[in-house]
């Protein structure tokens, strides 16, 4: 069975989705360590064919060092544990993602606002799926690597 994973690797934030014909998972890593995360992937990797999109990501302009630090130690963590575990992968921007789903955050757009939307739309590809704001970009991410398999 295909596996279809999409990562979106906020710090804290962040989470892995998966999609498994017609079954969601999702690890939150603000509820993980990465130890738990990794034998979790792990799991699957060892049971299903996978391929994942990772968000492609840089530090923003008002992160501290010590958040930029953390932020890319984070995603550091995430490609070492895709290429040990031998899942394929491809980055993606947040853009690429978005613009699939016909969606834009607008400057002046609150953080909150954004999150809703993404959630929103969510529910409407995915109505079975409950969303959170740590968990509605993944799941995104995870569906747009399941609609773009063939071209990853």
Excluded at 15 to 22: D, F, K
Excluded at 33 to 52: G, K, M, P, Y
Excluded at 113 to 121: H, I, Q, Y
Aim: a positive charge; one cysteine or more.
């Amino acid at each position: 069975m295909k596996a279809y994973i999409g990562i979106d690797p906020g710090s804290s934030s962040g989470a892995i989705a998966v999609i498994l014909e017609g079954e969601t998972f999702v690890c939150e890593f603000s509820k993980t360590t990465t130890w738990e995360w990794f034998e979790w992937l792990r799991t699957i990797a060892h049971i299903h064919d996978c391929t994942a999109v990772l968000e492609k990501v840089h530090g923003m302009p008002k992160m501290n060092v010590v958040a930029i630090s953390s932020f890319m130690k984070n995603v550091g963590h995430i490609e070492m544990a895709l290429i040990a575990l031998g899942i394929p992968f491809k980055e993606v921007t947040p853009q690429t993602w978005m613009k699939y789903y016909g969606m834009k955050k607008e400057g002046t757009e609150t953080k909150t606002a954004w999150k809703r939307r993404l959630r929103e739309k969510l529910s409407r590809i995915m109505p079975s799926f409950k969303s959170t704001n740590d968990t509605a970009d993944a799941m995104l991410i995870a569906n747009y690597c399941k609609m773009h398999e063939t071209t990853l």
